[in-house]
């Protein structure tokens, strides 16, 4: 496992951005598929991103063209650039790690085993 710890949430206006960090502990940050999830009040932990070692993304089909995760493997974090701010966007936003070195995709909280404490986002309207 890996610790993983997040910032950059906050208050913000609707239209607004926000670009949210995750940085990593440990020396295999590079063999890391890493992704992004959110959690709003009485609802379920969501995907939002996923990127793979090898820099292949994927979104969630309904926040496709608002989100955009990246990696910086020399800073050993991970990113999520949010644009458009919604009011529904606010949530805590947790990032997560697994051990891959393949081009998978994954999406469920359960093929993660590292996860970092959250962030929390909040839109106004």
């Known amino acids: 496992q890996v610790q993983l710890v997040e910032s950059g949430g906050g208050l913000v206006q609707a239209g607004g951005s926000l670009r949210l960090s995750c940085a990593a502990s440990?020396?295999?940050?590079?063999?890391?598929?890493m992704g992004w999830f959110r959690q709003a009040p009485e609802k379920e932990r969501e995907f939002v991103a996923t990127?793979?070692?090898?820099?292949?993304?994927k979104y969630a089909d309904s926040l496709k063209g608002r989100f955009t995760i990246s990696r910086d493997n020399a800073k050993k974090t991970v990113y999520l650039l949010i644009d458009s701010l919604k009011p529904e966007d606010t949530a805590v936003y947790y990032c997560?790690?697994?051990?891959?070195?393949?081009?998978?995709?994954?999406?469920?909280?359960?093929?993660?085993?590292?996860w970092g404490q959250g962030t929390q986002v909040t839109v106004s309207s």
């Open positions: 440990g020396r295999t940050f590079s063999s890391l598929a």
């Open positions: 990127l793979t070692w090898g820099g292949t993304t």
């Open positions: 997560a790690a697994r051990r891959s070195d393949s081009y998978v995709y994954y999406t469920g909280t359960s093929d993660y085993d590292s």
